[in-house]
């Protein structure tokens, strides 16, 4: 069975500073890594995958994820945040013998002025 | 991009009553929809897999006879809460996947926020 694990359910940061959202999956074989945003009662928002190539994906709104297969971690960054970044974020995993995806608990990023 | 239309985005029913939510995908065929529960402050829970022209898979724990999905076209998903009770209410949102493996993009709808009373 494959897993995922957000190990924080919130984060805070400033605005201005970089920020940084935590994911550790489990996946038999080669993982295929999506994070979401999610704002209030919305639906789930693409941000980025990783499927193959670079470990550094970079994504919507200036956030970017690096895959890390010896940690077994794709964290979620972004240089310098925005007030407007406050939202929940999902990490999801799947891979080439699973249909659907993984989703983690969602980690609350809120970002202050 | 790929765009998935969900109506309504918020219902309101009296207890015993059905419900029907539709997610649609606009722009591309969705062999594969999936439907999903959320709870506040917690993540989504996977409630079944459906695909075009077969019966849904349901997840472990829930309710096929009360949940009660159709994927009768490649562009067209439907749910059905039957006899809705309050312990219904949720935020229900649907996924579609524009093709059959898991790199293919997962593109979600807005959500439906059912209220039972």
């Known amino acids: 069975a494959q897993s995922v694990a957000q190990p924080e359910d919130q984060v805070n940061v400033a605005e201005g500073n970089p920020l940084t959202v935590k994911c550790t999956y489990s996946v038999s074989g080669n993982p295929y890594l999506f994070w979401y945003v999610q704002y209030p009662n919305r639906g789930l928002q693409f941000l980025l995958k990783?499927?193959?190539?670079?470990?550094l994906v970079k994504g919507s709104y200036g956030f970017e994820a690096e895959f890390n297969k010896s940690q077994t971690s794709f964290h979620l960054k972004k240089p310098s945040a925005l007030v407007s970044d406050s939202a929940l974020y999902f990490c999801a995993a799947g891979n080439s013998g699973y249909s659907t995806l993984t989703f983690g608990k969602g980690t609350m990023l809120l970002v202050s002025p | 991009g790929a765009v998935v239309s969900q109506h309504p985005s918020r219902v309101i029913c009296k207890s015993g009553t059905s419900v029907k939510i539709e997610c649609r995908s606009l722009d591309f065929q969705a062999t594969t929809m999936f439907w999903y529960r959320q709870f506040p402050k917690q993540s989504l829970m996977l409630m079944a897999t459906?695909?075009?022209?077969?019966?849904?898979?349901?997840e472990q724990g829930v309710e096929k006879d009360k949940f009660l999905i159709n994927h009768a076209s490649l562009t067209l998903s439907t749910l059905t809460v039957t006899s809705a009770h309050p312990e219904d209410s949720s935020f229900y949102i649907c996924?579609?996947?524009?093709?059959?493996?898991?790199?293919?993009?997962?593109?979600f709808g807005s959500g439906t926020r059912l209220t039972v009373v």
């Open positions: 459906s695909n075009e022209g077969s019966k849904a898979t349901y």
């Open positions: 996924s579609a996947r524009d093709g059959p493996k898991p790199n293919y993009g997962y593109t």
């Open positions: 990783y499927i193959t190539g670079d470990n």
